[in-house]
């Protein structure tokens, strides 16, 4: 998922959204009586007077949502209120976070949340609603999902929750909130797309709901819980009637599909914060058809435009465009309204998305693909863009500019044919309106945006023809240099249509090089002499990150993604900890401060962090030994040690649970020679589960790899193995290996390759789930274990990892992790073809760096912002290319180096 609201507060790194300096205009209620105080947190202002909630932990919060358009009243009118009876309250700071928690993409669970209230009582909360209702009776805002509406009020919602701020962390990095029920004891706080109460508790509200105004109303009310039965996601448990708000509550018409105005809903295909689409069927004729919902004031874009207003544009778009030109937008069947949401009908288009179809026939995604499906594959590539061009220069000569021209938008059918679907935004081109809306990569940057309406589509077409040969946009726009490095890759497969790569390239000319700022090399300059430029390219990685060290920053002292905000910044993955590996393997001083605050950070949160190796403490005790910072270490090492989820054995994985832990104890021992180590790493390990039991203790959905799954588990027993000499523990891990390979997608081809969990099908090369992933553990097994499905599926293993087209640069889910995967191979075996495929892909960088005046920086997760953690970011590429240069022991946190170190047997002990 695209990290957007951690894109918006900063043009080159991500960040919260609540650190951005433009809020546009500032929310606060007029007057304040004396004695209340004004707290930010957040995106919320904070209202309250004196101590209000001391001693009140959980009960009925009180929300309150608004149009866009009625922001300021309705905020002065609850405030009001609020003081009167003197209830505490917080409302969004500003314009901008109104917009961020309501627009299409915004979670579903936040929107519609422009107030909350925190009533001490169910007395205090029945007199604020009851007053509320009644002041706000000609007011109108989007349904909160996770609520329930107050009797008929439009506006005022509640449900039961946490006051005070009260999480669980897990073993990923991620909080649970936490609500106290009936019995006393602590529960997640949940927050999904239905009213929920904790155990035993009741709704003191819901006999002052009226009954249904209509019969349509607990129908549509119904319907968000009824998309597994292919319902309409109508509001969830909005409407009046309580019994509506059971899942098991059959739809409308009793059991089966939903049916409004003569359409079936079967299946949902999708959901955003605007609402729904689906699959449905016209009851009357059996025809297949598409039906797109808008939820009541959500989905609001620039100019206050809500998804409703969109909608209700799209059908009068597709009904003006099926009158003068048939067949080139999607059949408009139908507009109606049930409940409070909009629906549109067309048509079925049946086919792929292009995104889709790319990924499923590029060459350049398989390694065994030669010139002959190259060629096949770019010839399909000029028809499907001809066709394409040509739908779009039909569209503008019925006097329609299409806006959003992207692969979501355009479906391709079975005979190679195209279609373009969602005219959400497209518009008139005599229009005086400004496009406002886009996809990333595909929207024209506003230098380019002049008086030629025409540039949103021609520039959308471009990164089509950019897509199809290579999804690079986003590094593209920041440096064009970095095309002619895909241009060469591409060549050395197969031929290249020029025609197509000079229409991908339109936009992306190369450009002189700011003042200060040295160009990446050229790909003949590279490849002349590799080696030199890797180590150029290593060192001003190195110096970049160096630069980006900020000691003082209040949320992180190197940049991370929004995993990092949402996890903590210290840990492995995101965090300080993970950048002084790489620039520790890297032989860099570290800048001055960030150790100390390394150590300040854990120590001093010890207790808020979660224990796992690359989550949390236990990585954290990793590096900080390693920079002989041994005392720390210990003290960090025994609090993941203690803590629950290691204590109650809730997570077994590499990650975030026992088998980190444990392999860290390994490391310890390798610092210390203290045997108790040993024994702890011996006692973790022995409390692993049972094989048949080990699902619920991976990662969400039965993972995969060496990360989350069973990869991870079975090389800490082979580390743990080579470290003591007892191999009591190897054929356990060479079941859990053949376990994963059962799972491969694709079990006889020349690549294994393997799904991300048992709900995630996508087959993925990487080193946190994938190829690689397995090739990091079976390398190490194949060195001490005679097993000839292993040491048969190796070379399978690598077949995969040794392409050079990712769409990430980063260590876990991109080429830095390959890389790094072949280069260890190499380094493990001796096998000299692993160095030369680990050279290649070290190369295949250049396509992803972005020269800056204090070095060269990558992009992390997603490509949106430059990051330097470990998992996505530039640390990630810089400990591939120290290792490829300087091979060294263990730089993935393994402890080869120890092997034989601890001889004493199991069973003298």
């Not at 005070?164 to 897990?170: D, G, I, K, L, M």
């Not at 996601?233 to 939903?258: K, L, M, R, T």
């Not at 044919?417 to 024209?444: K, N, W």
């Amino acid at each position: 998922m695209i990290p957007f609201p951690f894109v918006v507060a900063d043009r080159e790194f991500y960040a919260p959204l609540e650190t951005t300096r433009d809020r546009g205009e500032i929310y606060r209620p007029g007057p304040v009586p004396d004695g209340w105080t004004e707290t930010p947190s957040g995106i919320w202002t904070m209202w309250h007077r004196g101590k209000q909630l001391r001693g009140v932990e959980d009960g009925w919060k009180v929300h309150v949502s608004a149009r866009p358009d009625r922001l300021p009243y309705v905020l002065d009118t609850v405030a009001a209120v609020c003081f009167e009876q003197d209830v505490a309250f917080k409302h969004l700071a500003g314009r901008l976070f109104y917009w961020w928690t309501h627009h299409k993409q915004a979670a579903r669970q936040q929107s519609g949340k422009f107030i909350a209230a925190y009533p001490t009582s169910v007395a205090a909360a029945r007199d604020l609603m009851e007053r509320l209702r009644t002041e706000l009776a000609d007011e109108e805002g989007p349904f909160i999902l996770t609520d329930r509406r107050y009797r008929d009020s439009r506006t005022v919602h509640y449900r039961y929750g946490a006051f005070a701020p009260r999480e669980r962390v897990n073993a990923d990095g991620t909080h649970t909130l936490l609500v106290r029920g009936t019995d006393g004891e602590l529960e997640e706080d949940r927050r999904g797309f239905s009213f929920y109460l904790p155990a035993g508790m009741t709704d003191p509200f819901v006999e002052t709901r009226p009954a249904p105004k209509s019969p349509a109303e607990p129908a549509a009310a119904s319907a968000d819980r009824a998309v597994a039965k292919a319902g309409a996601e109508a509001g969830a448990n909005a409407a009046a009637d309580p019994a509506a708000d059971s899942v098991d509550e059959p739809a409308a018409g009793g059991g089966g599909p939903i049916v409004f105005h003569g359409f079936a809903f079967e299946d949902a295909l999708q959901f955003t914060n605007s609402g729904g689409a689906y699959l449905g069927r016209e009851t009357a004729t059996g025809r297949k058809v598409f039906i797109k919902e808008a939820r009541a004031h959500t989905g609001v874009a620039m100019g206050d435009t809500t998804a409703p207003d969109q909608l209700r544009s799209e059908w009068q778009t597709l009904t003006a465009l099926h009158e003068t030109a048939p067949g080139l937008a999607p059949e408009p069947l139908a507009y109606f309204r049930e409940w409070e949401h909009d629906f549109l009908v067309t048509e079925f288009i049946e086919g792929t998305t292009l995104q889709r179809w790319m990924v499923a026939n590029q060459v350049m995604l398989g390694v065994d693909r030669g010139p002959e499906a190259a060629g096949d594959y770019y010839g399909r590539c000029e028809k499907l863009f001809a066709e394409i061009e040509s739908t779009l220069h039909r569209l503008h000569t019925a006097g329609y500019l299409f806006v959003d021209v992207s692969p979501g938008n355009v479906m391709v059918t079975e005979d190679d044919g195209i279609r373009l679907v969602d005219f959400e935004a497209a518009q008139r081109l005599d229009s005086d309106d400004t496009p406002v809306m886009g996809t990333p990569g595909y929207t024209p940057p506003a230098e380019l945006v002049g008086d030629d309406p025409l540039i949103h589509d021609k520039y959308g077409l471009a990164g089509l023809a950019l897509l199809l040969i290579g999804p690079f946009h986003q590094v593209a726009q920041r440096n064009p240099d970095t095309l002619a490095h895909l241009r060469r890759e591409l060549l050395e497969r197969a031929p290249l249509p020029e025609p197509l790569w000079e229409r991908a390239v339109a936009y992306h000319r190369p450009r002189p090089a700011a003042q200060g700022v040295t160009p990446i090399p050229t790909p003949e300059e590279v490849a002349a002499d590799p080696l030199r430029h890797l180590a150029d390219l290593r060192d001003r990685t190195a110096d970049a990150m160096v630069a980006m060290a900020d000691p003082a920053h209040p949320d992180r002292v190197f940049p991370t993604i929004a995993e990092g905000y949402q996890s903590n910044t210290q840990c492995l993955a995101f965090g300080t900890a993970g950048v002084v590996h790489a620039l520790t393997r890297a032989g860099r001083a570290l800048p001055d401060g960030v150790l100390e605050r390394l150590r300040h950070d854990a120590l001093g949160g010890v207790g808020k962090l979660p224990p796992g190796l690359f989550a949390g403490t236990a990585g954290i005790a990793w590096v900080l030994a390693d920079q002989g910072m041994l005392d720390e270490a210990r003290d960090l090492l025994t609090a993941a040690d203690r803590h629950p989820i290691i204590a109650s054995g809730a997570s077994a994985t590499l990650y975030g649970g026992t088998s980190g832990v444990a392999l860290t104890h390994l490391a310890m021992y390798g610092h210390t020679r203290d045997e108790h180590h040993i024994d702890r790493a011996l006692e973790l390990t022995a409390a692993l589960p049972a094989d048949a039991d080990l699902t619920p203790y991976l990662g969400a959905n039965d993972a995969t790899g060496l990360v989350h799954g069973r990869t991870g588990i079975a090389l800490l027993l082979q580390q743990l193995a080579a470290v003591t000499g007892a191999d009591d523990e190897l054929a356990r891990g060479v079941r859990l290996l053949h376990a994963e390979l059962d799972r491969a997608t694709e079990p006889d081809s020349p690549g294994l390759a393997f799904p991300i969990s048992a709900t995630d099908n996508r087959s993925l090369p990487y080193l946190y789930c994938g190829s690689a992933s397995m090739a990091h553990t079976v390398t190490r097994y194949t060195r001490s274990v005679d097993d000839e499905r292993l040491a048969d599926a190796l070379p399978r293993l690598l077949t995969s990892t040794r392409t050079t087209y990712t769409v990430m640069s980063g260590l876990w889910q991109g080429l830095s992790g390959l890389g790094l995967g072949l280069a260890e191979y190499g380094r493990l075996t001796g096998d000299g073809q692993g160095r030369d495929d680990a050279i290649r892909a070290a190369c295949g960088l250049f396509k992803f760096a972005v020269p800056h005046e204090t070095g060269i920086r990558f992009l992390g997760d997603q490509l949106m912002r430059f990051s330097a953690d470990l998992w996505s970011g530039s640390a990630g590429v810089l400990l591939f290319l120290s290792q490829l240069l300087a091979p060294a022991p263990d730089p993935l946190f393994t402890v080869d180096a120890l092997a034989g170190a601890y001889s004493r047997s199991v069973a003298a002990r």
